[in-house]
Every structure is written in C-alpha cells, then in structure tokens.
T-cell receptor
Framework: DAKTTQPTSMDCAEGRAANLPCNHS???????VYWYRQIHSQGPQYIIH???NNETNEMVSLIITEDRKSSTLILPHATLRDTAVYYC????????????FGTGTRLQVFP | GAVVSQHPSWVICKSGTSVKIECRSL??????MFWYRQFPKQSLMLMAT?????????EQGVEKDKFLINHASLTLSTLTVTSAHPEDSSFYIC????????????FGPGTRLTVT
C-alpha cells in the first residue's frame, strides 16, 4: 500500500469548513484513497473513498488532484462531534486488501 | 450501513491467563476479517488477517502462538490472547469488509483489555 502523509493536528471553529490534506505521492493506479475517522475510544468509521474523480456524500467532499498525488477531505460545516482522528489510506479496491493506518490528523473543533 | 460487533467491550484479567475476544458481522457475511491493536495515543496497528476456512495471516512481528485467531464461520472471528501479560494491555479492534462495497470496511467498537 502507498504511504500517506498527514498533518499531526488541526483546529477548526465550529460551523467553519475543515480542510484536511493528505499526501500520497506514491499511490499506484489500482489504489483508491480512503478516509476513515476515529472518535475517542471507538472503532474507526468509514467516511468516503475515491479513485480520481472528486466525490461527495452527505457528510463530506473528497477532492483528489489530477495527478492523484494528494487529496483533501472537506467537512463543510464542522461540528463539535466531528472532533476525531482522521485517517487517509491508499488501498486497492478489492475487499481482501488490508488497511494500513498512518498517524492520521487529530482534528479539534472548538466552539 | 453494515454492523460489526465485538464482545466483550472490556475485560480485566490476571497475568498468565487467556482471554478470548469475539468479532461478529451482524448483517453480512465476511470471509475475511482483520484484527488491530491500538495503544494509547497511537494509531491502529494491523495484527493479522482472519480467513474463513483457512489459517490466519499474521503481520511481521506478531506472535501467532500468542494471538490465536479462529474464523469459525462467515460471521464470526475470535482472537485469543494466550498467557496474557501487562504489556498485552491494549485496545483490540476488528474490521470486516462488506463484499458489496469494495474495500469499505466496517469496524467493531473495540475491546479494551487490561492485564493485571
């Protein structure tokens, strides 16, 4: 799996957009970019994934650069409940492929 | 979304005893499940891949005789920590990919093991 690099921590005011960057410059052609988050003392939760097109769901948007070497997860209106560690992972699409977690970004949303 | 459960949610055991942790996929079948360990303020570390009907695949540095994995059915995988020691105290988490969702994996809530 391609290695990913994320900032250790970020702060965001409640109601503002949180933009979480991820660098995956060695990503291979069959690898998707997956985002998970882990709220304190819970199991991680799947958020979104994409290959090369931008993706959006009811929670977030995922912007992937054209060369696929980096991506940004956007929480358009962060809430206090979005405080968590966010992990960006590059992984192949088949479901027997293991997920290798990096250090992630600890997002703190403050009032 | 798919649901994965773990039991127990927390356990305290004495040094030298064995502890079994169960991971169940509640509303889907999983031929593959994954076991992770997480120490305080650290990321998840993959321990092993559990395969239904065959032996588990362990990551480098993980002792297979200490962490026994059994994938008994398409909805159940168990992790047994044998002869537990205080350094095995950790947060153990399982995950299972839903076959219809690519590699979108669903994680259990975790089991906190404390060895005294």
């Amino acid at each position: 799996d391609a290695k990913t690099t994320q900032p250790t921590s970020m702060d965001c005011a409640e109601g503002r957009a949180a933009n979480l960057p991820c660098n995956h410059s060695t990503i291979s052609g069959n690898e998707y970019v997956y985002w998970y988050r882990q709220i304190h003392s819970q199991g991680p939760q799947y958020i979104i994934h994409g290959l090369k097109n931008n993706e959006t769901n009811e929670m977030v948007s995922l912007i992937i650069t054209e060369d696929r070497k980096s991506s940004t997860l956007i929480l358009p209106h962060a809430t206090l409940r979005d405080t968590a560690v966010y992990y960006c992972i590059a992984s192949a699409s088949y479901n027997t492929d293991k997920l290798i977690f990096g250090t992630g970004t600890r997002l703190q949303v403050f009032p | 979304g798919a649901v994965v459960s773990q039991h127990p949610s927390w356990v305290i055991c004495k040094s030298g005893t064995s502890v079994k942790i169960e991971c169940r996929s509640l509303d889907f079948q999983a031929t593959t499940m994954f076991w992770y360990r997480q120490f305080p303020k650290q990321s998840l570390m993959l321990m092993a891949t559990s395969n239904e009907g065959s032996k588990a695949t362990y990551e480098q540095g993980v002792e297979k005789d200490k962490f026994l994995i059994n994938h008994a059915s398409l909805t159940l995988s168990t992790l047994t920590v044998t002869s537990a020691h205080p350094e095995d105290s950790s947060f153990y988490i399982c995950s299972a990919p839903h076959s219809g969702y690519g590699n979108e994996q669903y994680f259990g809530p975790g089991t906190r093991l404390t060895v005294t």
